[in-house]
């Protein structure tokens, strides 16, 4: 019991230290925190932030909000939870694939300076967020939920998959924990068991979780290879990038199924 108990404190703690890494929600510091390995928590962290966002959307539609309002703030509210630490990642990955030299894309991603290319993909980004959000009328909470532990596994998987081209960049340490698809499964097994409730929404339909789950991994997977095809490899900042777009393309595609 002893065991266990440690066990399961040692998984609360990675989880917090998670929540820390990739969020801007106040909690508090404890010295055991062990950040080394917060990307293997990643989905997580995005299971949480869509509980956070689905709550709020369903507390404004409470209050009468306006479904374009509403995803206006859900969307504002989501750049706000993760600090704009994976839109960032978007705006400078859009900068370097911008640059026609590939000997230069990297260097041009670590300018702290935001370019003409990146502000583009930052809009274009919470456009898409914003309309496929408005467009989907049912099953919303699940579609937040979904989207964040996708966008995440995303990342998750681009570091298990793909060479680090950074050794000595802020994300060296997320490649060091995570070598194999062991430290990938479980958290895919629990999004398609979260994609299961779906069937709550469409009990009639026995195919939307498999269609859902197909989506998500399909589009988790093909963002991080199409970023690795362009640079040869992954950087943090496309880590953040795989996160941003899949949730994007994950919900322009549930506005379709749902």
């Known amino acids: 019991m002893t065991f266990n108990f440690k066990f399961i404190e040692r998984i609360l703690l990675d989880i917090l230290a998670s929540l820390i890494f990739y969020t801007s929600i106040p909690l508090p ?78 260097e041009v991603m670590t300018d702290s300076a935001t370019g003409a290319f990146g502000a583009m993909s930052a809009v274009v980004l919470l456009l898409l967020k914003t309309a496929a959000l408005t467009d989907i009328q049912n099953g919303r909470w699940l579609i937040l939920m979904l989207a964040c532990a996708w966008g995440r596994w995303g990342q998750v998987s681009a570091i298990a998959r ?51 789950s197909l989506a998500g991994g399909a589009i988790a997977t093909l963002t991080g290879a199409w970023f690795n095809y362009k640079l ?17 393309f994950f919900l322009c595609v549930m506005t379709v199924t749902f």
Request: glycine share 10%.
């Open 162 to 212: 793909y060479a680090y081209l950074k050794p000595s960049g802020k994300g060296a340490f997320h490649k060091q924990a995570i070598q194999s698809y062991k430290d990938v499964l479980p958290t895919l097994v629990l999004i398609l068991s979260i994609g299961c409730l779906s069937l709550l929404l469409h009990p009639h339909n026995i195919y939307y979780p498999f269609f859902i």
């Open 29 to 106: 510091y404890i010295k055991a925190l062990d950040f080394q390995g917060v990307a293997r928590f990643a989905p997580f962290t995005g299971l949480i932030i869509g509980i956070i966002l689905a709550l709020l959307d369903m507390a404004m539609n409470y209050l009468g909000v306006p479904v374009l309002t509403r995803s206006t703030l859900v969307v504002g509210a989501w750049v706000m939870i993760t600090g704009g630490l994976h839109l960032d990642g978007v705006m400078d990955t859009a900068d370097g694939l911008a640059v026609l030299d590939p000997q230069r894309r990297l």
């Open 232 to 248: 040869g490899g992954h950087t943090g900042d496309t880590y953040g990038a795989v996160v941003e777009w899949t949730e994007a």
